[in-house]
């Protein structure tokens, strides 16, 4: 299933496998709405669902670091799709006001991106406040580099480790979320195929007035010890610490590690179990980039963007696995195959054939907006008129093939909001799968599904951008959901 989400509050939208009553209570659902690739539905889950799913909240299902010592338990749960997940359940009256708790998880269910473990939803039932997201079953960063049994991290993961989290951390700065709460090593997490992910938990405090920070004074940002306000730089401070880790392989506190540094004593920074495998090269530009994160004034900190710039050039082992280096036994399966003949869109979606999907997108026009807008009299305002234009002149460019120019146009037309076309997402999701941006091409496809739950073309264009996310098996299950709601359709009309 398809994955709606809101750029600013919680769209009224029906989702296909959950109902909500009058009075606002969520029944159970029959089968859990999912994004086959990982990316589920945001949506609310009753308490029930949850509480049947850790096994009445089981302490064999807690997963925090602390275990039962922690204010706010992990646990993971299987849902009766039997698909894993990790619920955070917040102490009772963390979160007082549940509109306000429901609109801050919206906010974080927004996002979707491969080096997060995302947010797939929350519980709001009386006092209970709880939060759901992807499980990742590989332990932590901090299990890896502290608490390791086998083999430790060698270095090209290390590298690889402060690339990705870069890479989500820039990517939830560009979508607005820069404030990320007490990043450390416990919240960066590994999934089935040993990629590391940072966790979405951390992009909401712990409670509606609590602390962003809770470990140990030593590795708190200045500026918070002043202040008690965390800041984009705090964050970077925060990377800065990760670095630290990845370095030594030790918890070390930032000021005995400057004082290293600056003793020009690098060497002694680095974890002894990686002698001999390491680059020094490598090492002394990680160690730099460090010192520059965990400046006292904030401002002369680097940002997310110059921290992807500068860790990218580091990683050159990207032909190996992670789950090779991590050492860990990937989850195999076997890719699907279509389990039902397919149209002349399911074919061309299945081979990628973008030339064909664009020649489809440009034949059937805007054939299913039909009764999706209906403008009053009043609404023909001038900017009305303004938007429509923009969005002729969006789809001449793409009946043209000029892509950019066509994305440039429909984001003129969807950024005024009068009107709601998921024709409009869907020609800009094939634009950006054009210019090679799967991750914008799927978030316009998700929107589709948004405005038009039922949608085949949303589904479609959802499994290509899956498929280029190199999601072979969940570009599979998309597209036979494509192919069943299309069959569905010519059997019995719209939707």
């Known amino acids: 299933m398809g994955c709606c989400y809101s750029s600013t509050n919680p769209p009224k939208t029906h989702f296909r496998h959950r109902t909500t009553t009058a009075s606002g209570a969520v029944s159970s659902p029959q089968q859990t709405p999912l994004l086959s690739g990982g990316w589920p539905v945001f949506s609310e889950y009753s308490f029930s669902d949850l509480k049947?799913?850790?096994?009445?909240?089981?302490?064999?299902?807690?997963?925090?670091?602390?275990?039962?010592?922690?204010p706010n338990l992990v646990y993971k749960g299987r849902l009766k799709n039997q698909r894993w997940i990790a619920v955070k359940k917040f102490t009772r009256l963390a979160w007082p006001d549940p509109k306000q708790f429901a609109e801050e998880a919206w906010g974080v269910g927004r996002l979707r991106h491969r080096r997060l473990a995302n947010l797939i939803g929350y519980c709001c039932d009386g006092d209970e406040r709880l939060l759901v997201a992807e499980f990742m079953p590989n332990d932590t960063l901090a299990k890896h580099l502290f608490h390791w049994e086998n083999q430790t991290i060698e270095w090209p993961m290390r590298l690889r480790v402060a690339l990705y989290i870069a890479e989500a951390l820039e990517y939830c700065t560009s979508e607005g979320r820069s404030l990320y709460h007490d990043l450390n090593a416990y919240r960066i997490l590994f999934d089935e195929k040993g990629d590391p992910r940072l966790s979405c938990f951390g992009l909401m405090k712990n409670s509606k007035d609590g602390k962003s920070y809770s470990t140990n004074l030593a590795y708190t940002p200045p500026e918070y010890l002043r202040n008690g306000r965390v800041t984009p730089e705090s964050v970077i401070y925060s990377f800065g610490t990760i670095l630290l880790d990845l370095l030594s392989g030790k918890h070390i506190p930032p000021s005995h590690a400057l004082d290293m540094i600056r003793g020009k004593n690098i060497m002694l920074l680095i974890d002894s179990h990686l002698e001999g495998k390491f680059s020094a090269e490598e090492a002394t530009a990680v160690v730099n980039l460090a010192s520059q994160c965990l400046q006292c004034e904030p401002r002369e900190r680097p940002n997310t963007k110059d921290l992807v710039l500068s860790l990218a050039p580091l990683n050159t082992s990207s032909n190996i696995p992670s789950h090779v280096m991590l050492g860990i036994k990937k989850d195999e399966e076997s890719p699907s195959t279509p389990s039902r003949p397919l149209s002349p869109m399911g074919e061309a979606c299945?081979?990628?054939?973008?030339?064909?999907?664009?020649?489809?997108?440009?034949?059937?026009?805007?054939?299913?907006?039909?009764?999706?807008?209906?403008?009053?009299?009043?609404?023909?305002?001038?900017?009305?008129?303004?938007?429509?234009?923009?969005?002729?002149?969006?789809?001449?460019?793409?009946?043209?093939?000029?892509f950019r120019a066509a994305i440039e146009c429909y984001s003129q037309f969807i950024d005024v909001g009068t009107m709601i076309s998921p024709t409009v997402y869907a020609r800009r999701s094939l634009c950006y799968l054009m210019c090679d941006q799967p991750d914008a091409a799927l978030r316009d496809a998700m929107q589709a599904q948004c405005v038009y739950p039922d949608w085949p073309m949303a589904f479609y264009m959802q499994s290509v951008a899956l498929a280029k996310l190199e999601m072979q098996k969940d570009a599979t299950d998309m597209l036979n959901e494509a192919a069943a709601l299309e069959e569905k359709r010519q059997k019995g009309g719209k939707g």
């Open 52 to 70: 049947a799913a850790t096994n009445n909240f089981s302490s064999e299902f807690i997963v925090s670091e602390s275990g039962e010592k922690a």
């Open 350 to 402: 299945s081979r990628m054939d973008l030339t064909a999907i664009h020649q489809i997108l440009v034949m059937i026009h805007y054939r299913d907006d039909e009764g999706s807008n209906e403008l009053s009299f009043q609404e023909w305002t001038q900017q009305m008129k303004d938007m429509l234009e923009a969005r002729k002149r969006g789809d001449f460019a793409f009946r043209d093939t000029d």
